[in-house]
């Protein structure tokens, strides 16, 4: 079945350490996003791409980087510059053009700092 | 910019009775709509959006809801709520011409009372 896999499920971090959250999807999407989840704060876009080898800073990038080498793969770092990473974070994607498409998700990676 | 207010963090409901999760957006031009659903520890899934077809929408698990212009709305309504619907509501929009991007609110959380 196509879809989105995120890993790992659970990651915990040491101060001082850039951590890396990988997505990997098999549904052809040329766009692919990075979302932080807090509570009650909804969905906050860190960065995405439209297409590989471009991406773009989404509203609260500072702290994180991301690459995209490859169709199926947007990984996410979370560097030493977040101060506050603990949170949920949500990948998706979605076909890059034609308006009204949904995006897809995947089922999360839950950072904590140790 | 795009906005997206869902009227009550948390709504509680018996279980068969109407359930109505409130959403309002700002865009003077129709965007294109989009209700998920999300349980503890997982992605999002989509349960419906609207994208300038019929104004009445029905989606996954007896979901339905109902584009309005005149009161920029898009209200998520089930006419029975089951103990299985208790989850994390969320509307999105995604503006016409902006490729796929998607701006949420955030977020309704359904309980259900047996």
């Known amino acids: 079945d196509g879809g989105i896999t995120q890993s790992p499920k659970y990651l915990f971090r040491k101060e001082g350490q850039n951590v890396t959250l990988s997505c990997e999807q098999n549904?052809?999407?040329?766009?692919m996003y990075w979302y932080r989840q807090d509570p009650g704060q909804g969905l906050r876009l860190i960065y995405y791409?439209?297409?590989?080898?471009?991406?773009q800073k989404g509203d609260i990038a500072e702290g994180y980087s991301v690459s995209r080498e490859k169709k199926e793969s947007f990984p996410l770092t979370v560097t030493s510059a977040q101060k506050n990473p603990t949170a949920f974070y949500l990948c998706?994607?979605?076909?890059?053009?034609?308006?009204?498409?949904?995006?897809?998700f995947g089922d999360g990676t839950r950072l904590s700092i140790l | 910019a795009q906005s997206v207010t869902q009227l009550g963090s948390h709504v509680s409901v018996s279980e068969g009775a109407l359930v109505l999760l409130r959403c309002n957006y700002s865009?003077?031009?129709?965007?294109?709509l989009f209700w998920y659903v999300q349980y503890p520890n997982q992605g999002l899934q989509l349960l419906l959006k609207?994208?300038?077809?019929?104004?009445l929408v029905k989606g996954i698990n007896g979901f339905e809801a109902e584009f309005k212009k005149s009161e920029t709305s898009f209200h998520l309504t089930k006419p029975s709520a089951h103990m299985s619907d208790a989850a994390e509501y969320f509307c999105?929009?995604?503006?016409?011409?902006?490729?796929?991007?998607?701006?949420f609110g955030g977020g309704t959380r359904l309980m259900v009372k047996p």
């Open positions: 609207y994208t300038s077809a019929a104004t």
């Open positions: 998706a994607s979605s076909i890059r053009t034609g308006g009204g498409q949904p995006q897809h």
């Open positions: 999105a929009v995604s503006e016409v011409n902006a490729g796929n991007m998607l701006t």
């Open positions: 549904l052809n999407h040329d766009a």
């Open positions: 865009s003077s031009v129709p965007p294109y």
């Open positions: 791409s439209q297409i590989v080898n471009d991406f």
